[in-house]
C-alpha cells in the first residue's frame, strides 16, 4: 500500500510561484502514474495535471497550460508541482493521487481513475 505525504503551499502574491511536492512511502512512483488535482472553496474538485509512470508524458488543464509543471524526482521519490504566474484562482486545496499504470505512457485526468491520495495542501494567492 502506497501512501502519498504532500508538502509546500502556503501563501503567496499573484504572479509568485510555488512548489509542491508529494512524496511516496511503500512503493516507488515507477509504478505508478499520478495526478494532481484542486478544490476551491465551494467548488468540485478538477484536475490539474498528470504525469505517467515513465514520468515523461504529461497533461495538464488549459487553465495551467504553460505556467504549471509536474516533475519526478526518482531518487526522492517525489513527484513535484511547480507553479508560476500564479493568480487568485488558483486558490485551492492541492491534492496529488496515483494509480497503478499497466502502460508507463498512459496518464489519466479523472479523480475516479485514481486509487491513493495525498492529503491536500492549501495554496493561496493574494491579489
Known amino acids: 500500500q502506497v501512501q502519498l505525504v504532500q508538502s509546500g503551499g502556503g501563501l503567496v502574491q499573484a504572479g509568485g510561484s510555488l512548489t509542491l511536492s508529494c512524496t511516496a512511502s511503500?512503493?516507488?512512483?515507477?509504478?505508478?502514474?499520478v495526478g494532481w488535482f484542486r478544490q476551491a472553496p465551494g467548488k468540485k474538485r478538477d484536475f490539474v495535471a498528470a504525469?505517467?509512470?515513465?514520468?515523461?508524458?504529461?497533461n495538464y488543464a488549459d487553465s495551467v497550460r504553460g505556467r504549471f509543471t509536474v516533475s519526478r524526482d526518482v531518487e526522492k521519490n517525489t513527484v513535484s508541482l511547480h507553479m508560476n504566474s500564479l493568480n487568485p484562482e488558483d486558490t485551492a486545496v492541492y491534492y496529488c493521487?496515483?494509480?497503478?499504470?499497466?502502460?508507463?505512457?498512459?496518464?489519466?485526468?479523472?479523480?475516479?481513475?485514481?486509487?491513493?491520495w495525498g492529503q491536500g495542501t492549501q495554496v493561496t494567492v493574494s491579489s
Open positions: 511503500g512503493r516507488t512512483f515507477s509504478s505508478y502514474a
Open positions: 504525469l505517467s509512470r515513465s514520468g515523461v508524458t504529461t
Open positions: 493521487a496515483v494509480r497503478i499504470a499497466y502502460y508507463s505512457s498512459s496518464y489519466y485526468s479523472r479523480q475516479e481513475d485514481y486509487q491513493h
